[in-house]
């Protein structure tokens, strides 16, 4: 039996399903907070989440590496979580197949969009062509964004940071930019966030309206699909 409090924190941190259980608690914290608050904007449960855990280990002194051995099995989870978005888009297919146009003319619009103004700004402040390349795939799912980045000569870490921002920047500011532009239409709300802000936007979607969820799911998928093909090209265009 521990002597101490820290004889049996020492114990406890030795075992993976401590910072799992730290980490579902967490985000349950985060998620009644920001239930509380009405699911505001500002109240983003992924950011409380990333902040809590992160002040956690700093103050544990605990290395990524153990937390994420045992933090892993919500990882794996993602792929689930992903796949399962096929549910709402099946029961949406009717709408999807009438609005395929419009969707694809704003796949190709967004995805450059968030490309070149990433990079424009990027070379407008002189940063290097490492952190050039790690912008420029920003806006699609990490584990797609990172790929490309390496592939591109960038450094996926980096990639991965920016990716994670994106992400939270656009599920806070979309519900109150789209009320303020006087966008109604909620298939067109949760596309556009699902294109600048991949899953962490889809979650912000789905808490707001099932039909803005589902749209922001297809355009993640999609926009995927775009980035890996579109930013390579905008990178060798512009001769970085």
């Given at each position: 039996?521990?002597?101490?409090?820290?004889d049996?924190?020492?114990y406890l941190?030795?075992t993976p399903?401590?910072?799992?259980t730290?980490?579902l608690?967490?985000w349950?914290?985060?998620d009644?907070?920001?239930?509380?608050?009405g699911?505001?904007?500002?109240?983003?449960p992924v950011?409380?989440?990333i902040?809590v855990v992160?002040?956690?280990?700093?103050?544990t002194?605990?290395?990524?590496?153990?937390?994420f051995?045992?933090?892993?099995f919500?990882?794996f989870?993602?792929?689930?979580a992903?796949?399962?978005?096929?549910?709402p888009l099946y029961?949406a297919?009717a709408r999807?197949?009438?609005?395929l146009?419009?969707?694809v003319v704003a796949?190709v619009a967004?995805?450059?969009?968030?490309?070149l103004?990433?990079?424009?700004?990027?070379?407008?402040l002189g940063?290097?062509?490492?952190?050039?390349?790690?912008?420029a795939p920003k806006?699609?799912t990490a584990?797609?964004a990172m790929?490309i980045a390496?592939a591109?000569?960038?450094?996926p870490?980096?990639?991965?940071?920016?990716?994670i921002l994106?992400?939270?920047l656009g599920a806070?500011?979309?519900?109150p930019?789209m009320n303020?532009?006087?966008?109604?239409?909620y298939?067109?709300?949760g596309?556009?966030?699902?294109l600048?802000?991949?899953g962490?936007?889809?979650?912000?979607?789905?808490s707001?309206?099932?039909?803005?969820?589902?749209?922001a799911?297809?355009a993640m998928?999609?926009?995927a699909?775009?980035t890996?093909?579109?930013?390579p090209l905008v990178i060798r265009a512009l001769?970085?």
């Open positions: 039996m521990a002597d101490s409090p820290f049996l924190w020492a941190s030795t399903l401590l910072w799992l730290v980490t608690g967490v349950v914290g985060a009644r907070l920001a239930a509380w608050s699911r505001h904007p500002l109240v983003n950011l409380l989440s902040l992160a002040v956690v280990l700093a103050l002194a605990t290395p990524y590496a153990v937390y051995e045992g933090a892993q919500v990882h989870l993602l792929g689930p992903t796949v399962a978005l096929a549910v029961r297919r999807v197949r009438r609005s146009l419009p969707i796949l967004g995805s450059l969009t968030a490309i103004s990433a990079v424009g700004v990027g070379m407008a940063l290097p062509h490492e952190a050039l390349v790690a912008l806006s699609a584990p797609v790929g390496e591109l000569g960038g450094d870490a980096l990639t991965a940071v920016l990716v994106t992400g939270i806070i500011v979309v519900t930019l303020r532009l006087g966008i109604r239409d298939a067109a709300r596309f556009a966030v699902g600048a802000s991949h962490i936007g889809t979650a912000r979607a789905f707001v309206d099932s039909l803005a969820g589902t749209f799911g297809i998928a999609m926009n699909v775009a890996a093909l579109i930013a001769g970085l």
